[in-house]
């Protein structure tokens, strides 16, 4: 019943707040989730540990860390994906889709969703075995004062968001992406 959600961040906080290098994100996390399946499948199967990778390199299991075989499947992986090539990775090598906030419908259905049919088509998977979920920002409050508050932070945020260089796709779609700047 676990999934787990996985994204890369943007390069301003990768660097700045987290102090890691930025390189390569689409190419680091489809490394990552292999990484992940092959750990997996050793602790299922009962196999050495032994995953090379350009970015990763996984080679020893402490037995104690080592669960038991398992008859579960893995657990499921989806990852947040808003550019063109992180969401086709996702469509490829992921159980399903973490939608961002930023995004609109229209950017859903217009470009999110046949981006990941590619990714999708490229693993030889149906769209009927990937979910796509969405994350919403929402307003609500018992009074007109609180509603009024509530529709100002979520105001900021999305100026937050849109003022965000990746997200300038969303904005452009719509027309909007001189406002990016502001």
Request: aromatic share 10%.
């Amino acid at each position: 019943r676990f999934i787990l959600g996985l994204g890369t961040q943007i390069q301003p906080h990768v660097e700045k707040r987290f102090s890691m290098p930025w390189n390569h994100p689409v190419r680091r996390m489809r490394e990552f989730v292999a990484a992940l399946h092959a750990i997996w499948f050793a602790w299922r199967e009962g196999t050495k540990l032994r995953f090379e990778g350009e970015f990763y390199t996984h080679k020893i299991m402490t037995p104690i860390f080592t669960p038991e075989p398992q008859p579960y499947a893995a657990p499921k992986i989806f990852l947040a994906a808003v550019g063109e090539a992180m969401t086709e990775m996702c469509g490829e090598v992921a159980d399903g889709h973490l939608g961002h906030p930023m995004i609109s419908q229209r950017y859903l259905t217009e470009v999110t969703i046949p981006v990941l049919q590619r990714g999708l088509q490229r693993s030889g998977r149906e769209r009927r075995d990937f979910e796509v979920s969405a994350e919403v920002m929402v307003a609500t409050g018992s009074n007109d004062d609180e509603l009024a508050s509530a529709t100002a932070a979520v105001r900021k945020q999305i100026a937050f968001y849109a003022s965000t260089p990746a997200y300038r796709t969303v904005l452009d779609l719509h027309g909007w992406g001189d406002l990016h700047i502001e």
